[in-house]
């Protein structure tokens, strides 16, 4: 299996800050590449697909980019409802598998 | 918009059979590929297998001796069974839907539902 390893796994920011997360993948994953953002209780909704395409309806706040192994996801300009857990997935081969998560806490 | 809803006992005991069923509204269940994904309380997510409407299947090679998918396209539905339980399948248990054109891109996730093993 590929492993994906995010880094931090935790952070704290404030409203308003720019907030990098890393992900790595075990191997290459060419740029299939997705994020989701996940609230306590709550299902995951997907942020991003295939490294940098935004879901229809995910603000522009939210970037991405990457190929190969190492990928990051940005938000710039942090809002009271960006405060998750995010996560990456690598949906380039069989089993898909996901990072362990990066919450995302208020400072 | 397609919604997505779990359905089944919360609570199963060790060495028996999870049995869960997705019902999928707002949209066909044809021509995607239809996931379960599980996430023990506290921990991240782990793709279980997903069923294509034809019925063909694909799992986790971790938890493939375990595993079955099965599909009922005239009730739009589909289902899961994990035989053999241990607490270490407590978890909660989502469906998902794979993007058109691939089939590890989830766009829609159902609420989730937990599932407790334990005597």
């Known amino acids: 299996d590929i492993q994906m390893t995010q880094s931090p796994s935790s952070l704290s920011a404030s409203v308003g800050d720019r907030v990098t997360i890393t992900c790595r993948a075990s191997?290459?994953?060419?740029?299939?590449l997705n994020w989701y953002q996940q609230k306590p209780g709550k299902d995951p909704k997907v942020l991003i697909y295939t490294t940098s395409s935004l879901q229809s309806g995910v603000p522009s706040r939210f970037s991405a980019s990457g190929s190969g192994t190492d990928f990051t996801l940005t938000i710039s300009g942090l809002q009271p409802e960006d405060f998750a857990t995010y996560y990456c997935q690598q949906s380039y081969t069989t089993p898909p598998t996901f990072g362990q998560g990066t919450k995302v806490e208020i400072k | 918009q397609v919604q997505l809803q779990e359905s089944g006992p919360g609570l199963v005991k060790p060495s028996e059979t999870l049995s869960l069923t997705c019902s999928v509204s707002g949209g066909s269940i044809g021509a995607y590929y239809w996931s379960w994904v599980r996430q023990p309380p506290g921990k991240g997510l782990e793709w279980i297998g997903y069923i294509y409407y034809t019925g063909s299947t694909r799992y986790n090679p971790s938890l493939k001796s375990r595993v079955t998918m099965s599909v009922d396209t005239t009730k739009n539905q589909f289902s899961l069974n994990l035989n053999s339980v241990t607490a270490a399948d407590t978890a909660v248990y989502y469906c998902s839907r794979g993007k058109s054109g691939s089939m590890y891109n989830f766009d829609s996730w159902g609420l989730g539902t937990l599932v407790t093993v334990s005597s």
């Open positions: 191997q290459s994953i060419s740029t299939y």
